[in-house]
């Protein structure tokens, strides 16, 4: 029996150990064979809610939501099944073409123009998830959570290191403002350079310095 949260503390108390168990949810998604599609993202979703909102976690949501501070207007909710469906298709598609980083970094090919070009279609698929998930907003809450430990996953799977992309103070602006560019432009490069950043911030330089990159940026 579920021991359901009686109080807004309780409830927030209740989603961050959520947050807790879906990341480590990811970090075991990262190591297995497991396919990454959108039955995973779900997966994650139903992580965070199951304790605290089990109505709706992983389950599609069946109402039209306005998300705070933005211009974007998500779905109509009866679309969300076919539109997740249609980047399932997408991802797998994205996710064939990648390498893993230890594989070419400790395979003889140490060539760095060659794992960062790497790097960065890793990145991109990352951010790519990221903002279909917050685009669709699938799910009745938690979208943003769910969108950022997924790309994490991606991350993960790939080599790198899972980050944190904070979204307090004026970094929460940036955020906004690249998810924003993302749903008027598909232009995802501020939201990539958010992701490099968090990449940077967790190694502190470890990996510019291993592969001799010198002066080149991630």
Known sequence: MINRPTTEEEKQNGEAIGVIRASRLVRKLAHCHEEINMETVSKIHAEIFKNVWPEIAGKYRQENLKI??????PPHWSKVPSLMKEKDEKLKNKLGKLKKIEGIAFKGKKNPQIVLREIN??????????????????FREGNGRTARLAANLILERFGLIGISIKIEKENKNKYRAALAQADSRYDYRPLENLIFKGIKDRYEGVVIKFYDYGKKKL
Not at 68 to 73: A, F, G, I, V, Y
């Open 121 to 138: 279609k890793i990145v991109k698929v990352s951010s790519w998830i990221h903002h279909s998930i917050t685009f669709i907003h699938p």
């Open 68 to 73: 705070t501070d933005s211009k974007h207007l």
